[in-house]
């Protein structure tokens, strides 16, 4: 007796051990679905309450900017004039797609379309923002567009509206309904499904963009060359400043945009200690975007993370492992004029 009830006990052990293994394989995507789908949503809402984001070319951190300073470099330069003529169509664009791709993944609705819609953002990015990153395995958009892929593939089947629909479909077959009648059944609901949820996600992604910025900033990107204050920045001037900026304008701790002759790049002139000026690059040593402007002793570029310090140009995170190129600047009078870029 005892030798059965041991023999069923481990039958039993490997019946449930089975389950669990069925239950880990149909769930394995799970994670990263719910990854993917709440990185996209929190890109878009990012993007959509950033003030700079929508600011215009004469912001370095706007989408303009950025656009315009990886087409030089993008194989797909090419393609990307549309986006300069018409910047604030494209910007919304691109944040709205997010937030349909993010909210379809999160919730399991038409998985592998929104699957598509992520892998051709990714791709769109690794293209123009991170094609050149060395090595490559420091750019994300590329990490980003093969992990669309396992989704791509498989869809969203379990834990999701697909698969309550799809488990309805097969009742529907099974009680003897039509296939037409069932696909009928399965597009219509689908459709209703996707009209809220992408309702909800229009209404909510209006209201950050129309709520949510700080117009202040925006302003203040958008405004002129001015003095700042200790932490602050100037804004960023028009293509026609020159290389010049009165000393007034960059008390210690704040600083000025002037243009690089030679390149035609947005320097940050800064102050980091009393009488000592030097001059920053404002493109990034990762991939090529614009840094944003110097604030709180540090440089941050938005498409990586990276981080740089506004006295030196040295690394503080990457995923940059150099710093950002400096120049000389000297102090005539009462006028900074920059110098030639230091080896």
């Known amino acids: 007796m005892a030798t059965g009830t041991g023999l069923h006990d481990g039958h039993g052990t490997t019946a449930r051990i089975g389950q669990w293994k069925a239950a880990a394989s149909r769930l394995a ?5 719910l990854f993917l789908g709440a990185t996209f949503v929190y890109a878009a809402f990012d993007k959509l309450s950033d ?20 087409r030089a470099g993008s194989p797909i330069g090419w393609a990307l004039g549309p986006a300069l003529d018409a910047p604030t169509f494209f910007g919304l664009l ?7 791709v993010g909210l379809g993944t999160l919730f399991g609705l038409w998985g592998r379309i929104a699957a598509l819609g992520g892998a051709a953002l990714s791709a769109t990015l690794w293209l123009t923002v991170s094609f050149h990153t060395a090595p490559y395995y420091l750019g994300n958009d590329l990490a980003y567009l093969m992990a669309w892929t396992p989704l791509l593939l498989a869809g969203t089947p379990h834990l999701s509206v697909d698969g309550y629909l799809a488990s309805r479909a097969a009742r529907d077959r099974a009680r003897g309904l039509a ?11 689908g459709g209703i499904a996707a009209v809220a949820l992408g309702g ?3 209404l909510s992604g209006s209201l950050t963009a129309s709520f949510g910025r700080d117009d202040d900033a925006t302003a203040a990107a958008a405004g002129t060359p001015g003095a700042t204050a200790p932490g602050a920045t100037s804004p960023v001037p028009q293509p026609a400043a020159a290389a010049a900026v009165p000393a007034a304008q960059v008390p210690v701790g704040g600083s000025a945009t002037v243009k690089d002759p030679a390149s035609g790049d947005a ?8 009488g000592k000026y030097t001059g920053l690059s404002s ?28 006295a030196t140009g040295a690394v503080i995170n990457g995923p940059a492992v150099k710093p950002l190129p400096r120049y000389a600047v000297t102090k ?8 030639p870029q230091q080896a």
Do not use: M, W
């Open 29 to 33: 995507l799970l994670p990263l679905r």
């Open 51 to 70: 003030a700079h984001y929508l600011a215009g070319a004469g912001d370095a951190a706007s989408f303009s900017a950025q656009t315009a300073a990886a």
């Open 94 to 100: 691109i944040a709205f797609g997010e937030l349909a």
């Open 179 to 189: 296939e037409d009648a069932v696909r009928r059944r399965a597009l219509l609901d």
């Open 200 to 202: 909800a996600g229009l």
């Open 267 to 274: 320097v940050y002139i800064v102050q980091p200690s009393a």
């Open 283 to 310: 493109v990034c040593t990762h991939s090529g975007c614009a840094v944003n402007p110097p604030k709180d002793g540090q440089l941050y570029c938005p498409c990586h993370g990276s981080r740089f310090d506004a």
């Open 332 to 339: 005539n009078g009462e006028q900074l004029e920059l110098g």
